[in-house]
């Protein structure tokens, strides 16, 4: 059974298997079965300091064709978190690479590094969790701007 496709020659990547990922953050949701693969994506994207990174594909399935998460329950009800929860939280960009690089080039006339993104969005989720916590503590389930 098949976990994804190559994303350049369109090959499965089985369940269990090696895959090949771009070291690029805005990149990482494309996956290569081999680093020849990889590097024909390279070649394309353009990428000036990109390397492929070597992943394992999961092992299994559910019946809806997504990762199978076992969830660990902890702390009491109010402060209930879980350690699937934290894995479930996408790890996407949350900044428009765009928008940043066209402020920093106008602002600064300087180049903006492929990394910056992916640590700006860090510290985006750094703070939007400090403010769910504070809508929570005041008994709300809308975070609003003075939470931040």
């Not at 790890?91 to 402020?103: A, G, N, Q, W």
Request: with cysteine; aromatic share 4%.
């Amino acid at each position: 059974m098949s976990w994804r496709k190559c994303s350049i020659c369109k090959k499965d990547i089985p369940l269990g298997g090696i895959y090949q990922v771009c070291s690029i953050s805005s990149c990482r949701k494309s996956v290569f079965c081999s680093v020849t693969c990889w590097d024909v994506h390279n070649g394309v994207m353009g990428h000036k300091s990109a390397w492929a990174e070597e992943e394992v594909a999961p092992t299994s399935l559910d019946e809806t064709g997504g990762l199978r998460r076992k969830i660990i329950i902890t702390g009491d009800a109010s402060s209930r978190t879980t350690a699937a929860a934290k894995a479930d939280i996408p790890r996407d960009i949350l900044i428009v690479v765009s928008k940043l690089k066209s402020y920093i080039k106008a602002r600064a006339d300087m180049n903006t590094s492929g990394d910056v993104a992916e640590v700006l969005s860090d510290i985006v989720r750094t703070e939007c969790d400090k403010a769910i916590e504070k809508a929570r503590s005041e008994g709300r389930k809308t975070v609003m701007d003075r939470d931040f």
